[in-house]
């Protein structure tokens, strides 16, 4: 049986602040990468980055983002001044505007499910804020990691992600063309 991976690119290229709006995801997580480090956030419905102090994230020093949740990923390049195309990865058609987005779709062969550990375990924190959780580790120092779910003292946390598996040859060799990040879970 053939699976079907849906993948949509903007028409024009936006600025990060206005990929949330135009997409359909809500309630994602992001990975958002500046020169100096890489970043967690979690996205709020109104489009707003916010860190795990809770307030919205400047996201002018970021040069890449990976927004994703359950139903879709979204990826972002900064490509001239701020601005860059927006492309959707998703396993279902989301029924986007063609007039906004170009779709193209590929027959899969399958999909891997995949894990990822993060650095760190759960370490108690004196007042968590809402949706986020604490990890540590003594050559890494804490990471705040966007997620609803309560730790209990040394748990860990994992990305989730799904990798995609396709023919590229006349020979049948299949290889894993695609991969959408998918969630952060204990």
């Keep these: ?10 028409r024009s290229p936006m600025p990060l602040d206005q990929v949330v709006k135009a997409s359909p995801i809500q309630q994602a997580n992001a990975l958002l990468y500046s ?10 419905d109104d489009g707003k980055f916010c860190g795990s102090d809770g307030q919205p994230l400047d996201l002018s020093h970021y040069f890449e983002a ?5 139903t879709c990923e979204l990826r972002w390049l900064n ?3 701020g601005n860059g195309f927006l492309v959707i990865l998703a396993d279902e058609d989301l029924k986007l505007n063609s007039e906004t987005f170009s ?3 590929t027959t899969l062969n399958s999909h891997l499910n995949q ?6 375990k759960a370490v108690p924190q004196v007042k968590p804020k809402e949706g986020w959780q604490r990890l540590a580790e003594a050559r890494i120092g804490k990471l705040d990691v966007p997620l609803s779910q309560s730790l209990k003292k040394d748990q ?3 990305l989730h992600s799904r990798e ?8 049948g060799n299949v290889v894993v063309i695609e991969e959408r990040l998918v969630k952060l879970e204990v």
């Design 1 to 10: 049986m053939t699976e079907t991976l849906y993948s949509w690119a903007s």
């Design 35 to 44: 020169p100096q480090a890489c970043h967690l956030a979690q996205v709020q």
């Design 66 to 70: 990976r927004i994703f949740s359950e």
């Design 79 to 81: 490509e001239n001044q």
């Design 103 to 105: 779709l193209k779709t």
């Design 115 to 120: 894990t990822y550990l993060l650095w760190g």
């Design 156 to 158: 860990r946390v994992s």
């Design 164 to 171: 995609y598996l396709a023919e590229v040859d006349k020979f």
